[in-house]
């Protein structure tokens, strides 16, 4: 007869069985969460989406240090999740604009709760 550990789950930190798992899934909210946000720069173009829809010459404005290749990455990711949309308007000339969706606003509170969890490491000693 083999021995077999039961788990006993933090029920906070993993709620439900698809949480449970003993590798990476990307059927895990977790990792679902974290794909959201991968990649250098991501995080800060969905924070300027957050607050409202953004054109190319306002995320220059506002990100000038990110390259034009990188931004065209990140918002085609964004748009490829679903957490974002490319929006062209009427009239002349167009003007394409990029907007968070319904999904894409449910970042908010990771957003929000990443920054207040790194504020929380960088003012704490390590041991």
């Known amino acids: 007869m083999t ?4 788990r006993d789950w933090d029920r906070a930190l993993v709620p ?4 449970r798992t003993a590798a990476p899934d990307p059927a895990c909210p977790v990792e679902a969460a974290l ?8 995080t800060l173009v969905i924070r300027e989406l957050l607050h409202g829809p953004r054109g ?11 390259s034009d290749k ?22 002349f ?6 907007r968070l969706t319904a999904r894409g606003e449910a970042l908010r509170p ?9 504020t929380e490491l960088l003012t704490t000693p390590a041991r």
Not at 93 to 98: A, G, K, S
Not at 110 to 118: D, F, Q
């Open 3 to 6: 021995h077999q550990t039961v």
């Open 16 to 19: 439900t069985g698809a949480g």
């Open 35 to 42: 794909e959201a946000v991968r990649g250098r720069w991501t």
């Open 56 to 66: 190319y010459r306002e995320f220059r404005r506002t990100l000038p240090a990110l």
């Open 70 to 91: 990188v931004l065209t990455e990140r918002l085609a990711q964004l748009t490829a999740l679903g957490l974002a949309e490319r929006v062209e308007t009427s009239g």
């Open 93 to 98: 000339p167009t003007r394409v604009v990029y």
């Open 110 to 118: 990771l957003m929000t709760e990443l920054y207040r969890t790194g």
